[in-house]
């Protein structure tokens, strides 16, 4: 295992807890992806294993060594891509050269790997340009591309895909993918559910600092194999005791979660499932907005696992 985490906890005021209790393994060569909402603890948690933050209490180890006296060893074998911007004031060419300078690259190998990446992310038109004038998406890219100027164990992404379009996007990943072939570890935090089905081995969903789920994405789809989702939104004077009572006519064994004012429901039987939404707005005179019954998705997955409990007030 490169990377074992033992009830691992962490707290920013000694009060609240960011990080509950987290423990896993990540294998040698895998893509572990880590699912939740912001605030859930996701760039706390690549913090602490990047020995950015030291963990209240648990254990901790990073390709065999423990963070809090192998930080330096740690952080000469991993790279890390973080959702901050860095010297904005350098050329996109001139970034990746500072990077290879950090690292004791000779000038020919930081040449070398700077024109190999300038062209395998798609960087070589705007090379001269300066960081500060490019778009969101093209400081995306520059952050990850520089971070392959030094040789790395383990990579770990923080939503590195925030700004690219689709296309940049699908290139990245692949990118990402090739060099999981040739033996990198890569831990990757997103929101998007097609990325992780996409890209990783196993993932993880997080919520309020603790591990709800983790299974590869195959037994994850499996579980909810077979299932719906039924999607109600409605307006009315009633609405919000609508919602208010749409737990109570649930059948055993079917799951719900509130997203905005629509609520997606997981079921077995749509058919009674939806006989029993339209009693219940009957009862309470509401009109639907939108009605919508699909097969289930990884998202969907994602959202029943994330079972915290929404305020179903002003949904009207």
């Known amino acids: 295992m490169v990377i074992e985490l033992a009830d691992v906890h962490h707290s920013y005021d000694g009060r609240r807890e960011a990080l509950q209790g987290v423990s896993f393994t990540v294998r040698h060569g895998e893509v572990f992806g880590l699912l939740g909402r912001n605030g859930a603890g996701k760039s706390t948690l690549i913090k602490v294993m990047t020995t950015l933050l030291r963990p209240t209490r648990g254990t901790l180890r990073i390709l065999g060594w423990d963070p809090l006296r192998d930080g330096p ?16 004031f350098t050329t ?29 992310f798609g960087l070589q038109e705007i090379r001269r340009k300066r960081l500060f004038d490019l778009s ?3 400081k995306r890219r520059v952050q990850v591309a520089r971070e392959f ?3 790395m164990d383990i990579l770990f992404l923080d939503e590195p ?3 690219l379009d689709i296309l940049m996007r699908r290139s990245l990943l692949d990118s990402i993918r090739e060099e999981v072939r040739r033996g ?18 196993r993932v993880a969903v997080i919520e309020s600092g603790r591990i709800l789920v983790l299974d590869t994405v195959e037994n994850l789809k499996r579980q909810y194999r077979g299932k719906k989702t039924l999607e109600v939104s409605v307006t009315g004077p ?3 005791k609508f919602y208010a009572d749409l737990p109570g006519a649930l059948a055993p064994g079917e799951s719900w979660k509130l997203q905005g004012n629509t609520v997606v429901i997981l079921t077995e039987d749509p058919r009674d499932a939806l006989s029993r939404i ?7 005179r509401v009109q639907f907005d939108w009605l919508n019954i699909r097969q289930n998705t990884l998202e969907d997955v994602f959202l029943q696992s994330v079972r915290s409990e929404e305020p179903t007030h002003g949904l009207a």
Request: hydrophobic residues 35%; charged residues 25%; aromatic residues 6%.
């Open 92 to 120: 996109v060419e001139g970034n990746l050269d500072v990077y290879g300078v950090l690292w004791g690259l000779s000038r020919p190998e930081r040449q070398r790997r700077q024109e190999a990446l300038l062209t395998k």
């Open 278 to 284: 339209l009693q219940l707005s009957a009862r309470h």
């Open 238 to 240: 009633e609405a919000e």
């Open 161 to 163: 895909t925030v700004g």
């Open 136 to 138: 969101g998406g093209q």
């Open 149 to 151: 100027m030094h040789d």
């Open 73 to 88: 060893r740690i952080r000469s074998r991993i790279g890390v891509v973080q959702q901050g911007e860095s010297w904005d």
């Open 184 to 201: 990198l570890t890569v831990v990757f935090t997103t929101h998007n559910l097609e990325e992780a089905d996409y890209l990783c081995d």
